[in-house]
């Protein structure tokens, strides 16, 4: 089970939010022109990242908000939250962009994992 740490409401756990899909995918500047093959692929065609991977969240059961999150797609591990239309964060970076205020988690929420044989991270 995760808990996320919603940007509004603080920690909440996961069963409170849906996933959106991919962060950062840019709608298409004329949509009219794509063929039919470009429109399937803005459509359907995702990255199937084994890691680090941005993804697009909502917060279904309270604040109703979209945000962005860093996750690692293997150990579940929440690196980043961070608003939508910012940029993606780099992670190498991470320390010291959440001290100064920049992407990263909400202030005090811890964010821990729980992997599905139960043992806590």
Request: proline share 9%; glycine share 10%.
């Amino acid at each position: 089970m995760l808990l996320i740490s919603c940007p509004n409401c603080g920690p909440r756990d996961e069963t409170e939010f849906h996933y959106g899909g991919q962060a950062h995918v840019p709608y298409p500047e004329n949509p009219n022109d794509l063929t039919d093959r470009e429109w399937a692929e803005y459509l359907f065609y995702r990255e199937n990242t084994k890691g680090t991977f941005a993804e697009r969240w909502v917060h279904s059961t309270g604040c109703r908000q979209w945000f962005n999150m860093l996750r690692d797609t293997v150990s579940y591990d929440i690196h980043s939250i961070y608003a939508m239309g910012s940029p993606r964060p780099d992670i190498a970076g991470q320390s010291a962009q959440g001290q100064a205020g920049g992407p990263g988690l909400a202030p005090g929420a811890p964010t821990t994992t729980t992997s599905p044989e139960g043992a806590q991270k």
